[in-house]
């Protein structure tokens, strides 16, 4: 979290065209998420916790709001992303990116990130997992917690320390309050958890 903006970097995120990248984003209104929540919020939550941490890239900034299209709507109209304006084509290919293919294992999809991943790629899918991992509270499956917190740790820690340090911390501030979480309401067995 960076702090106040300064007045230029005000004025490059007034100037970003986003309107159009929300509207889109709607289709996701009223699906829910796995990890609790709403998908149509959870864009808006990723895009702003991206603001938060002082990353203001236009291209960026739009592929987070339609970040989810591609897998959440599978009838959804690629053209429609691609034809809104100049930087359309480039917020295409970091969707395309940080986009889970549908034959594809999270660990593969993961570890793609993290080794092939661009710096833009790598810093969204940073902004998404701490949007996820906020979500968790309303999360009842002790074991959908467990499995995420272990895979934030393998797999999202590394990414967030070659581009973020600083959202590093609340990724892993978020992982220990969520194993307290599971502490209090799982009782305590050897191995468990651990």
């Excluded at 702090?3 to 970097?9: D, I, N, V």
């Excluded at 007034?14 to 159009?20: G, H, N, Q, R």
């Excluded at 467990?146 to 320390?161: D, L, V």
């Amino acid at each position: 979290m960076k702090g106040k903006m300064s007045e230029e970097e005000m004025l490059l995120l007034k100037s970003t065209f986003l309107a159009p990248y929300i509207q889109l984003a709607t289709a996701l209104i009223g699906k829910t998420r796995e990890g609790g929540g709403n998908m149509f919020r959870h864009q808006l939550d990723t895009m702003a916790t991206l603001i938060d941490y002082g990353y203001i890239d236009s291209v960026l900034l739009k592929a987070s709001i339609v970040h989810d299209l591609f897998e959440d709507v599978p009838d959804f109209s690629r053209n429609l992303l691609l034809d809104i304006d100049f930087e359309s084509p480039a917020v295409y290919d970091l969707v395309l990116e940080v986009t889970r293919h549908s034959m594809e294992p999270k660990p593969e999809f993961l570890r793609r990130i993290l080794e092939k991943g661009s710096e833009k790629a790598k810093i969204l899918k940073v902004a998404d997992r701490i949007s996820n991992m906020i979500s968790l509270g309303f999360v009842v499956q002790t074991e959908f917690i467990q499995r995420y917190i272990e895979e934030t740790e393998r797999y999202i820690f590394p990414i967030a320390k070659e581009v973020d340090n600083v959202m590093l911390a609340e990724l892993v501030s978020l992982t220990d309050s969520r194993r307290t979480y599971l502490s209090a309401i799982v009782p305590s067995k050897p191995g468990v958890f651990e």
